[in-house]
């Protein structure tokens, strides 16, 4: 548990958290630019001086009235958005630099971090010939031999491009998995937050709005205003259970199958996909002769009017939940309520690849 | 022809290599601090530190004579301690041509430090390196050129130094005779052949000395500074 009790004046706002944050799996910080999450990020590690307050993880006092622990006795693992890794050493003299200060805190291998991060190729180059994707791989690899009880990322993905945030998603989801090592990861990017993080924390203006299971939080029609309507959307957990010849992934969901683009995972592997309030569309009686190809029969739990013209709705699909976003035009004419049995209808293309996850089984 | 005595050289050389050690050991806390302090003082300290650019070396000199002569209570508590002068001796040459020479290495390491910024201090932090750790393995590699700079502009700076060696230290061979007070004497006393093997040997040592701190700077891996 790490228990923080904090504040920090900026010109224009005040950082001030009063938080518990459990220590398992993945726990997303996340806000707008500007919300202070990378400097609540930098108060945990020891980085800034000024913040006034306690930190204490699992009952070691880290900073209080009296006490300050330096940074580098805080056993911190910390992945830097710009990845800084040091430019007059090589890829292995990085690496190196972390597991000769670690040395005997039973943390990881070099062999183990290389092969967990594909960094083999990479060992003899220098950081300035690499890409981005692969600066950060280092940059994550370098912070895990530092044997971290836990470790801090700052929007690790936000200076990529889409094709290497791709490339390096899947290598967060392994570590999530495999690691036992407790991750807090800032972002602004709700799907990388619905993808990797079990909880998260909503920061705004320096001051935690919510905070709760991430999976709960997006399936919360009062906390679509936070993501805002374009991003809101609701997880739901399925398994592939194979792929079709026609180039479609067949999933399962509690709710019943769901048809999705190609989907590079074996059967049997078990995935949270995020699905668009926007592209969720409702039927009171089960349509026919339509293109789209999921049709899933779910429950609305609740009705929630927006501003402006649309009306959040939060349906009951088997054991997950969802959002759909109609207009109030819509909602008054099929005389949606709470309760009633309707149908849920999903266009297989707008799930993008980057909205589906992998996740332990 | 008689070989000049080349006497002044070397005391030259020995003031210029022991000014420029003295001046990384102070020179380099001083400009850590410029470099990320946030305290008002700042200006004042900076102006304080480039003071000996601007001022006339008989300026900077006179003030020093005034400060280390044995009348004043520095000078004066020195002959007391160890029954010499800083005046006219060797040691007050090193005292004046410190702060003579302190800007070129200030400003170097304080530019140097300033574009490595605090990223790699914490990156390195995180990685379990304590202050001095860091230090030696993250700042000293990354701001090797602004140290290179540093030394050799000091060192260089030294070399050429007349006006405050001319005031507080006068013209005692082996203790203050150094080279550009030779040649000046040299000529003073119509003696062109000694003045001329003189300042061809600074000349020459001198292109020699940057010409081999430019060879290796273009080979350094890092060029943060």
């Known amino acids: 548990m790490l228990t923080l009790d904090i504040s920090l004046g900026f010109p224009d706002f005040t950082l001030q958290v009063t938080q518990s944050i459990a220590l398992q799996g993945v726990t997303a910080i996340f806000g707008r630019s500007g919300s202070g999450k990378s400097t609540l990020l930098r108060i945990i590690a020891g980085l800034e001086h000024r913040a006034k307050g306690q930190v204490s993880i699992a009952g070691t006092v880290w900073q209080d009235a009296t006490r300050f622990v330096a940074p580098e006795k805080r056993g911190i693992g910390y992945v830097f958005q710009d990845t800084r890794l040091f430019p007059h050493l090589s890829v292995r003299g990085n690496l190196d630099y972390a597991l000769r200060r670690a040395r005997g805190l039973g943390g990881p291998s070099l062999d183990e971090v290389v092969t967990a991060l594909d960094l083999g190729p990479l060992l003899t180059r220098r950081p300035a010939g690499l890409s981005g994707g692969e600066k950060q791989r280092v940059g994550i690899g370098r912070a895990l031999l530092t044997a971290p009880r836990v470790l801090l990322m700052d929007e690790p993905l936000a200076a990529l491009d889409e094709a290497r945030k791709a ?45 709760g299971p991430t999976a709960d939080l997006l399936a919360d ?12 959307g609701a997880i739901i957990t399925a398994r592939v259970a194979g792929h079709e010849a026609d180039g479609l992934t067949r999933c399962d969901t509690s709710g019943g199958p769901l048809l999705l683009p190609r989907i590079n995972a074996a059967p049997g592997t ?25 049709i899933l029969p779910a429950t609305i739990t609740a009705l929630k009017l927006g501003e ?35 149908y849920a209808i999903l266009k297989s293309v707008a799930v993008a690849a980057g909205d589906v996850g992998e996740t332990p089984a | 022809m008689d070989l000049p005595d080349l006497g002044p050289l070397w005391l030259t050389l020995r003031l210029a290599g022991i000014t420029m050690l003295v001046l990384l050991v102070i020179g380099t806390p001083i400009a850590w601090w410029l470099a990320f302090t946030k305290s008002r003082l700042k200006p004042v300290a900076e102006a304080l530190t480039a003071l000996p650019l601007v001022l006339p070396p008989t300026v900077l000199g006179f003030y020093l004579l005034v400060l280390l002569s044995p009348r004043s209570p520095l000078g004066g508590a020195w002959l007391d301690l160890t029954g010499t002068t800083l005046t006219f001796s060797f040691l007050g040459l090193v005292i004046g041509s410190v702060i003579y020479s302190l800007p070129f290495t200030v400003q170097p390491l304080q530019a140097a430090f300033e574009s490595l910024g605090r990223g790699p201090l914490e990156a390195a932090a995180m990685l379990r390196a304590g202050p001095f750790d860091r230090f030696r393995s993250v700042v000293i590699p990354m701001t090797a050129r602004g140290f290179l700079t540093a030394s050799v502009l000091s060192f260089a700076h030294t070399l050429g130094e007349f006006g405050v060696v001319l005031m507080l230290g006068g013209n005692i061979p082996g203790q203050t005779k150094v080279i550009s007070i030779a040649i000046y004497e040299h000529v003073e006393t119509i003696n062109y052949a000694d003045a001329h093997l003189l300042s061809g040997v600074l000349l020459v040592f001198s292109f020699l000395v940057l010409l081999l701190v430019y060879s290796v700077n273009r080979r350094f891996p890092v060029s943060v500074g």
């Open chain 1, 167 to 211: 490339e390096i998603l899947p290598y967060l989801e392994r570590l999530r998995d495999n690691a036992a090592i407790p991750i807090l990861y800032v972002s602004h990017s709700l799907a990388e937050v619905s993808r990797l993080a079990r909880d998260m924390i909503v920061l705004r203006d320096g001051q935690v709005l919510r905070h």
């Open chain 1, 221 to 232: 029609p009062d906390a679509v205003p936070i993501f805002g309507v374009r991003d809101a």
């Open chain 1, 270 to 294: 078990a995935l949270r996909i995020r699905i668009h309030a926007q592209d969720v569309i409702l039927a009171r009686h089960q349509p026919e002769g339509l293109s789209a190809l999921n």
């Open chain 1, 308 to 342: 402006g013209p649309g009306v959040i709705v939060q349906l009951r699909l088997g054991q997950d939940l969802l959002l759909a976003r109609i207009t109030r035009r819509s909602a008054r004419t099929l005389d949606l309520r709470e309760g009633m049995a309707v």
